[in-house]
């Protein structure tokens, strides 16, 4: 079946370090692939997605590629920033599955000034 | 509407009250799903609807929980004799289904606590 099993939290960061959250998947048939970001008191927002392998998601300094071979959709942002706190869940979409949604458990980013 | 739009925002309840939440989805939005987060918690997935095919009910957590979508859009997620461990945030998400790259679009939230 379709999972997703990202990294645990919480992940405590200084501000300008790098962030790696990591996120593997198991899926059927070719999924897309989602980071979803949810800020304090606010709901879920899609941050960034890949819809085949090596593809590459950006936005707002952050990056993830789609691995085939590893199974895998790490988050990545090079210089981190206060305003970057907030739960980020991996998820992946799948057509074999009616493009229904899978969800990971969230890693909880937390960045100290 | 522009958006996913769920009601109420807030709801408290006593325990054994049933309660009622609402999901309105993106117009032509054909996917609709419903989750709950509990504080501090990951989402749990709790129903999918998709177009006129049956839903898929696999995780409701027990026969307490229902939930019905009229016409393909609306949808309203029915909590029977409310119990504290019911307490959390109830998230409904809509999405295109014709689409491969088919984003989730989520709404704020109905928060429910129970007494």
């Known amino acids: 079946g379709n999972s997703v099993t990202q990294m645990e939290g919480p992940v405590t960061l200084s501000e300008e370090a790098f962030l790696t959250i990591n996120c593997t998947y198991t899926?059927?048939?070719?999924?897309?692939l989602f980071w979803y970001v949810q800020y304090p008191g606010e709901g879920l927002q899609l941050l960034l997605k890949a819809t085949k392998a090596d593809d590459k998601g950006s936005n707002k300094g952050f990056e993830a590629t789609y691995r085939k071979e590893t199974t895998s959709f790490h988050l990545e942002k090079g210089s981190v920033q206060v305003s970057d706190s907030a739960v980020y869940f991996c998820?992946?979409?799948?057509?074999?599955?009616?493009?229904?949604?899978?969800f990971g458990t969230g890693t909880s980013l937390t960045v100290i000034p | 509407g522009a958006g996913v739009s769920q009601s109420p925002s807030n709801k408290v309840t006593e325990k054994g009250k049933d309660v009622e939440l609402r999901c309105d989805p993106i117009s032509g939005h054909t996917a609709l799903y419903w989750y709950r987060q509990s504080l501090g918690q990951g989402l749990e997935f709790l129903i999918y609807f998709q177009g006129n095919s049956a839903p898929d009910k696999s995780g409701l957590p027990s026969d307490r929980f229902s939930a019905e979508r009229t016409g393909g859009s609306v949808s309203t997620l029915t909590i029977q004799r409310t119990q504290q461990e019911d307490s959390a945030v109830y998230l409904c998400?809509?999405?295109?289904?014709?689409?491969?790259?088919?984003?989730?679009?989520f709404g704020e939230g109905s928060r429910l606590t129970v007494l």
């Open positions: 899926a059927t048939g070719y999924p897309s």
């Open positions: 998400a809509s999405s295109a289904y014709t689409s491969v790259t088919g984003e989730l679009f």
């Open positions: 998820a992946l979409s799948d057509l074999n599955t009616g493009n229904q949604f899978y």
